[in-house]
Nanobody
Framework: QVQLVESGGGLVQPGGSLRLSCSAS????????MGWYRQSPGKERELVAV???????EYQDSVKGRFTVSRDNTGAAVYLEMNSLKAEDTAVYYC????????????WGQGTQVTVSS
């Protein structure tokens, strides 16, 4: 099993920046990918960004050029640097870790609220 603890959310002005952090514990050797999802009221949880164990990154189109996902070389922590934040970025952000399997196991952090408002 994997446990995820995340932090860094809060209130920020439009155009501002936040850095989210997530640390994994437990069977971290089993983790292949780590990343971030978000969910706002009335919407499905959606992928924001993911960094694969081999180093590749994926981003939701709406955050490309503004957000950067990174991962410690231990493979047990992931970060999300969010710049040029917009009101539309307001959501609960969830750290995610994936284990290989059929189906693959997905683990989630508790979520951290990001609110972009004047």
């Amino acid at each position: 099993q994997v446990q995820l603890v995340e932090s860094g959310g809060g209130l920020v002005q439009p155009g501002g920046s936040l850095r989210l952090s997530c640390s994994a514990s437990g069977n971290i050797a089993s983790i292949y990918n780590m990343g971030w999802y978000r969910q706002s009221p009335g919407k499905e949880r959606e992928l924001v960004a993911v960094v694969h164990r081999v180093g590749g990154r994926e981003y939701q189109d709406s955050v490309k050029g503004r957000f950067t996902v990174s991962r410690d070389n231990t493979g047990a922590a992931v970060y999300l640097e969010m710049n040029s934040l917009k009101a539309e970025d307001t959501a609960v952000y969830y750290c995610n870790a994936d284990e290989s399997g059929s189906p693959p196991n997905k683990y989630w952090g508790q979520g951290t609220q990001v609110t972009v408002s004047s």
